[in-house]
């Protein structure tokens, strides 16, 4: 009983704040509110930004997925500690650390603008650099663990059987790991989709060119309650339809 007491206070530390801001809904303004200007614009960089940030992920994170899973190098527990590093670390410090890096006066980001003009703060693809920064992650550990859990001896008789290496990685790796890779994509769209710290710190919040949704939330809590409510509650339902529709898929590959 003891048990059940305390597992019901747990689910409560959840439930409360949703039943919460479900309480403050307006319902029938919410049409309205989700048409203005400030929530389309958000969306719209949310959507681009996040798509973004995930088709990066996709091209880069694989293949560094492969090398953490199947090549042995020194210091690759470090490496690994890096590439993991995003998912604890403070979104703040990552976005401050993107502006050490890339900003106008940055390690890399001051040779770049003498060379290209290209300024990646308070710009589109500042946002989309920060998202990928945070959310890659999750495609990589992912990746990574449905890679070393996987049967190689499938890949060895491929090979022996005359396949090439790119014909193994197309026709036996990839279908055996689809299911963690699509996992990991739809969960690194979906922490894309709602970053907020590094994208702040590193992108600023410029409607329309940098104020993604969780922005517009943080901006409209202060003089704009129901639109900022609203904005929640979208959010709250995609990232609820993602987990859902994951299940323990994402889990199992870890």
Known sequence: MLLV???????????????????????????????SEVVTDALRLSMVASVSATAIALVLGVPLAWLLARVEFWGRSVVR????????LPPVVGGAALLFALGRRGLVGEPIGELTGLLLPFSTWGVIVATTFVAMPFLVITVEGALRNMDQRFEGAAATLGAKRWTVVRRVTMPMIAPSLVAGLVLTWARAFGEFGATITFA??????????????????ESE????????????????????????RWWKAL
């Open 81 to 88: 500690g890096i590439v993991t590093l995003p998912l604890v």
């Open 225 to 248: 309650r129901d639109t900022a409510v609203a904005i929640s509650l979208v959010m709250v339902i995609i990232s609820l339809v993602v987990l859902i529709a994951l299940r323990d």
């Open 204 to 221: 600023g919040n410029l409607q329309g060119r940098t104020q993604t949704l969780p922005l517009a939330v943080f901006v409209a809590l």
């Open 5 to 35: 007491v305390l597992g019901c206070l747990g689910l409560a530390v959840f439930v409360v704040p949703l039943a919460g801001l479900l309480g403050r809904v307006p319902w029938g303004d919410l049409p309205a509110l989700l048409a």
